[in-house]
């Protein structure tokens, strides 16, 4: 169990982050005291390294994160911000991690794996299944709009021809 004070600082954290708005006062204090859902990284730690089978998903409460690759670990690939959700695709999926997630300083994360879903209440997994899906859902949306976009630019491009 965390001590009231860290309790306190990753409460304020969880209200100022978008996945945890349809979750109650009392549901956010049970994530929060959960000592083996959050976790804080230092400068230079992976928080995922590519090649890893586990299937953890992470929400950034604090700090920021690079994202890289093995084959070019000097070249930033993006920044992930607070708020932001990452390493879904492996619980989706089974397949092994694609990328290194470092923190570029201190950072703080709710982490979610198999045992910590089988163990939280029923009701609070439904939450975050139900915030992992429309996470899901703006992200294909989001892909639809660019590749409808990109068709578009192609087709300009070829009517120019």
Do not use: W
Not at 46 to 69: N, P
């Amino acid at each position: 169990m965390a001590q009231p004070r860290e309790i306190q600082k990753i409460l304020k954290l969880m209200n100022k982050t978008e996945f945890f708005k349809e979750f109650s006062s009392a549901e956010k204090k049970t994530i929060a005291g959960l000592k083996s859902l959050v976790a804080t990284h230092k400068r230079g730690d992976f928080v995922i390294r590519q090649g890893e089978t586990d299937s953890t998903i992470y929400i950034l409460l604090e700090g920021k994160l690079a994202i890289t690759k093995n084959d070019a670990p000097d070249a930033e690939l993006s920044t992930l911000h607070p708020g932001a959700i990452f390493g879904e695709v492996p619980l989706i999926t089974g397949k092994s991690r694609t990328t290194n997630v470092i923190a570029k300083g201190k950072v703080i994360v709710v982490k979610m794996d198999g045992n910590s879903f089988a163990h939280l209440d029923p009701h609070i997994l439904n939450k975050f299944k139900d915030q992992l899906l429309k996470l899901l859902i703006g992200r294909l949306d989001n892909m639809n709009k660019a590749l409808a976009e990109l068709k578009a630019s192609i087709q300009k491009f070829y009517a120019r021809v």
